[in-house]
């Protein structure tokens, strides 16, 4: 168990709808990073947040959004779904020391756009 | 632009070592990093590398040349388990934040 957690774990929904991933990073951990895996694209980083603000960007489509919040929990915007929005989504958290600083990752969320 | 090249898969034997390669072009590095991702779930950190050399870790081990853009994971005495997705990854940024660019990832099937 990474200590990250994010839900919900299945998310089944149909074309043109919207939906909310959340995430909640290890106790202490000021960054969020957000992950889409899909089959033929492994895994594409999309958006990076640290202590509430943007840090760093990916190839996020503009229909898609985020936000840190100030428990420092994230959220996932992805809305006018389409089929090929079909992926696993991760979260993963970092902490604030320098060095090491590897990224833990969450169970993420499996989402099926029909 | 970033480009990080494994290969696609490789299957090896029980007991055995094997060599996972790596190679990336990309600028603004900081470090690189092997993930293990079994089918369905997180990826899990297994080394990272930021100086030229070896890094040791039980059954593992990591090698890093920043000049030829190249990294190996090495695994010893494969175990069933071992049976995984091995994906390298590159930071990006300060070494408090930055992103991270993967691979494509290499499928290890380990045989008895």
């Known amino acids: 168990d990474s200590g990250v957690t994010q839900t919900p774990k299945h998310l089944i929904t149909a074309t043109g709808q919207r939906v909310t991933l959340r995430c909640s990073p290890r106790s202490g951990d000021l960054s969020v990073y957000w992950y889409q895996q899909s089959l033929d694209q492994g895994l594409q980083f999309l958006i990076q947040y640290y202590n509430g603000e943007e840090r760093a960007k990916g190839n996020i489509l503009e229909r898609f959004s985020a936000q840190q919040f100030p428990d420092l929990h994230s959220e996932l915007n992805l809305s006018s779904l389409e089929l090929g929005d079909s992926a696993l989504y991760f979260c993963?958290?970092?902490?604030?020391?320098?060095?090491?600083?590897?990224?833990?990752f969450g169970p993420g969320t499996r989402l099926t756009v029909l | 632009g970033q480009n990080i090249d494994q290969p696609t898969e490789m299957t090896a034997t029980e007991g055995a070592i094997v060599q996972i390669n790596c190679t990336y072009q990309?600028?603004?590095?900081?470090?690189l990093f092997w993930y293990q991702q079994h089918a369905g779930e997180a990826p899990t950190f297994l080394s990272y590398?930021?100086?030229?050399g070896l890094e040791e870790k039980g059954r593992f081990s990591s090698f890093l040349s920043r000049s030829k853009g190249y990294s190996y994971l090495l695994l010893k005495e494969l175990q069933m388990k071992d049976s995984a997705s091995y994906l390298c990854?590159?930071?990006?940024?300060?070494?408090?934040?930055?992103?991270?660019?993967f691979g494509q990832g290499t499928t290890l099937q380990v045989k008895p």
């Open positions: 990309t600028s603004g590095f900081n470090g």
């Open positions: 993963a958290s970092s902490g604030t020391s320098g060095g090491l600083n590897e990224q833990f």
């Open positions: 590398n930021v100086l030229d």
């Open positions: 990854a590159v930071r990006h940024g300060s070494s408090n934040t930055g992103k991270l660019i």
